[in-house]
């Protein structure tokens, strides 16, 4: 083998190297630096150690926080994988009406996320807006700035409204992908519809599933927009979550080493689930 | 005893897929269905399994009536040109699938799919997923899964486009002997001629949605019925011209005069559409060869043994299959010879064969 070392071709990854340090590591290393400093302005630092993680992991807010964050992303992923799931199995796979579907169901995913907030902000004012009057209406007490549980209930719906799209998109992307034959083969075994769901449908979309629900797991638990339009965090701190929590620590309170630290330990989650869920996921693709 | 399509016709919308047809496959029979792509062969498959349902007509099936029967009802197994099999049960299960669903007692099962799985060489791999299969492998537990459960009707639509050669081979040296002794019906839908003339059996040669003959396999090759057939059933491409037979002389091109030979010197003079298989068009001149065509060469292609020549005759493409390695120089002007005595006459207006 004639093997030329040839190390000009460095060069044409430079910039991509010079992009990922840019966007990525730098700003990555300064939460770092701050993390473990303290600073009182003047461009000083004094080293403090793993105090501002000390501080944090024994911190009540940020434990509340989570909890409330953890909560809120298994309902969101409870009810937008099933719905998702479940409209995308009732879409026509051909036809007309395929385009119509696809494109009403594109549109929750385009508006942007503040209007988002702001539409059910509206929607949601117990006196004028139309769900809000509609729930009170029925009888049922709602008002989703003074009552936590009706402030839960907006939010979740929100997110449900805003995302479940998305897993609609991809499930019906995988289902179209399924080659007809299955469908045919089944039938010819004489497959009822819900083996055919269970052993050729959902088998085939083990991918894209995964793919949603990592999607869906990042988004939901990195949500701050939506929620600091509609609730602001209220009532109280009820929908108050990480994202969050971490920012009026950062700007409110500019504490900028416990929010660096906030930061890491925010980022470190996310990774840490992220991966545990697609290895056990694709465990069974690598024997 | 037997299955019958009697006047079957598939319509959707404006278009027609399938225009009436009649067609008897008996009992125990290997059938092939010979057709390019688009011209009905899964269609028709599918109107014998009951999955489409015929626009018109009747399918019979041992003297019942079963059109408006679903597949489910029928006892039908099928293999596809992709390799369908449940994607997370082992190969075992797949096999089993079809007797799990009719109910049938475990040890019966097993004896089947051990039987199944013993012919398809597949034995050692009972424990396997699909997706840890080759692609031959995944097409055997496939046709596994068709033959386990003792169906009336076994239909093959193209199983083997999508293997590799080698595998193919394999496979399709193996297939007649599986279903051979079975009192199943087999359909084999496939684009090669090559094929057909393999497998023996009948064969039903299908242009754009007709079938133009059914019978068994080398009378069909051998002495098609009309110039579709011929065209159909020919791999390289049959080679067509219009002569005009005068006496005991065919005139061919214009220029060139052929003697009628044996056939053709029985018909009335006229005008015909002669047409000559690629293999009795030779390089060399043998003891056969009566006639000669000139032309300029525009493609040869040698394979191991064969050669294959593509002639440019007067803005006809003739063709030329001959064993042994004739280069010819792409763009010289060449001669090949015609063994006439081997060609097919056709009416030039109906198209249908006259000798």
């Given at each position: 083998m004639n093997k030329v070392v040839n190390n000009r071709a460095w060069w044409l990854v430079l910039p991509v190297f010079a992009m990922v340090l840019f966007n990525a590591l730098l700003p990555l290393m300064t939460v770092v630096n701050y993390s473990l400093q303290e600073t009182f302005g003047n461009n000083e630092f004094f080293w403090s150690g793993a105090i501002w993680f000390e501080q944090l992991l024994h911190d009540d807010q940020f434990h509340a926080s989570l909890l409330r964050q953890i909560i809120f992303t298994s309902i969101v992923?409870?009810?937008?994988?099933?719905?998702?799931?479940?409209?995308?199995?009732?879409?026509?796979?051909?036809?007309?009406?395929?385009?119509?579907?696809?494109?009403?169901?594109?549109?929750?995913?385009?508006?942007?996320?503040?209007?988002?907030?702001?539409?059910?902000?509206?929607m949601a004012l117990p006196d004028i807006g139309l769900l809000g009057k509609a729930i009170n209406s029925l009888g049922i007490p709602y008002n989703y700035t003074r009552q936590p549980i009706s402030a839960w209930f907006t939010v979740v719906l929100?997110?449900?409204?805003?995302?479940?799209?998305?897993?609609?998109?991809?499930?019906?992307?995988?289902?179209?992908?399924?080659?007809?034959?299955?469908?045919?083969?089944?039938?010819?075994?004489?497959?009822?519809?819900?083996?055919?769901?269970?052993?050729?449908?959902?088998?085939?979309?083990k991918h894209v599933l995964t793919i949603a629900i990592l999607l869906r797991f990042m988004d939901s638990f990195m949500i701050y927009t939506e929620v600091i339009v509609l609730t602001g965090g209220g009532p109280g701190s009820t929908t108050k979550f990480l994202s969050i929590d971490l920012v009026q620590k950062a700007l409110g309170g500019f504490d900028l080493g416990p929010a660096a630290a906030f930061s890491i330990v925010y980022f470190l989650i996310i990774l840490l689930v992220s991966w545990l869920f697609y290895t056990l996921m694709m465990r069974d693709e690598a024997k | 005893m037997a299955l019958e399509l009697i006047d079957i016709a598939k319509r959707v919308g404006s278009e027609t897929h399938i225009h009436p047809t009649s067609l008897v496959l008996p009992e125990g029979s290997f059938n092939v269905l010979?057709?390019?792509?688009?011209?009905?062969?899964?269609?028709?498959?599918?109107?014998?399994?009951?999955?489409?349902?015929?626009?018109?007509?009747?399918?019979?099936?041992?003297?019942?009536?079963?059109?408006?029967?679903?597949?489910?009802?029928?006892?039908?197994?099928?293999?596809?040109?992709?390799?369908?099999?449940?994607?997370?049960?082992?190969?075992?299960?797949?096999?089993?699938?079809?007797?799990?669903?009719?109910?049938?007692?475990?040890?019966?099962?097993?004896?089947?799919?051990?039987?199944?799985?013993?012919?398809?060489?597949l034995k050692p791999m009972l424990k396997r997923k699909p997706s840890e299969l080759s692609g031959g492998q995944q097409q055997r537990t496939a046709i596994a899964r068709a033959i386990v459960k003792d169906s009336d009707l076994i239909l093959l639509d193209e199983p083997l486009a999508n293997l590799d050669y080698k595998l193919r081979e394999e496979l399709r040296d193996e297939l007649p002997k599986l279903f051979a002794g079975r009192n199943a019906i087999v359909v084999y839908a496939t684009t090669e001629p090559s094929e057909a003339l393999l497998f023996g059996g009948n064969t039903a040669t299908l242009h754009e949605g007709r079938i133009t003959q059914f019978g068994p396999t080398s009378s069909t090759y051998r002495l098609p019925k009309d110039l579709l057939t011929a065209q159909v059933f020919s791999d390289p491409p049959i080679n067509t011209t219009r002569v005009e037979k005068r006496g005991d002389k065919l005139h061919v091109f214009g220029s060139k005069v052929w003697p009628a030979g044996q056939v053709g010197s029985g018909l009335p003079d006229g005008v015909y559409t002669l047409g000559i298989r690629p293999h009795h068009v030779t390089p060399l001149p043998t003891d056969v060869t009566t006639g000669e065509i000139e032309g300029r060469v525009l493609v040869t292609e040698l394979s191991g043994s064969e050669s294959v020549i593509h002639l440019d005759v007067a803005g006809d493409t003739w063709v030329s299959q001959s064993h042994g390695i004739h280069p010819f120089e792409v763009g010289s002007h060449a001669t090949l010879h015609v063994d006439v005595d081997r060609g097919l006459f056709f009416s030039p207006s109906s198209g249908e064969r006259v000798s």
């Open positions: 992923l409870v009810i937008q994988i099933p719905l998702g799931l479940a409209i995308a199995l009732c879409m026509p796979r051909s036809g007309p009406w395929v385009s119509v579907c696809l494109v009403l169901l594109a549109l929750p995913l385009l508006v942007p996320w503040n209007v988002v907030g702001s539409m059910w902000n509206i929100m997110d449900v409204w805003h995302w479940t799209s998305l897993v609609v998109l991809l499930c019906y992307a995988g289902l179209v992908a399924i080659p007809d034959a299955y469908y045919q083969a089944a039938k010819v075994d004489g497959a009822k519809p819900w083996a055919v769901f269970r052993y050729i449908q959902l088998p085939k979309l | 010979l057709g390019t792509t688009l011209a009905g062969k899964t269609t028709l498959m599918q109107i014998m399994a009951g999955i489409q349902k015929p626009t018109s007509g009747t399918i019979r099936f041992r003297g019942k009536d079963v059109t408006g029967l679903a597949v489910q009802q029928r006892n039908v197994s099928m293999v596809y040109q992709q390799f369908i099999n449940y994607p997370n049960f082992s190969v075992y299960d797949n096999i089993a699938s079809p007797l799990k669903v009719a109910g049938m007692d475990t040890a019966e099962i097993e004896r089947r799919v051990m039987a199944a799985a013993e012919l398809l060489r």
